[in-house]
């Protein structure tokens, strides 16, 4: 089983999170949404990442696209 990594969003930089993805670890976000908290998991297989909010399972095919959901959701610190 992977280490988990519990962050609040905006904790870490998209580098950051990647790079702890692609060592295999598993990532808890927690995000707060219209005024509620919500926990979103990040995790990678090996060959899909993955982006499972609590409404949807994201599946991205290679890091960029991975990043960029990171950063379009707002996961991730500012750079």
Known sequence: MSEVLRV???E??????ID???DG??????VEV???SHEVA???DGETYHCDTPT????HADESGMRGCIDQMGYASPE
């Open 34 to 36: 219209a005024g509620a």
């Open 12 to 17: 870490l930089s998209v580098d950051e999170l």
């Open 56 to 59: 949807n399972l994201h599946r």
């Open 25 to 30: 670890q598993r990532i808890l976000v927690d």
């Open 8 to 10: 609040e969003a905006g």
């Open 42 to 44: 990040l995790r990678y």
């Open 20 to 22: 702890a993805l692609n």
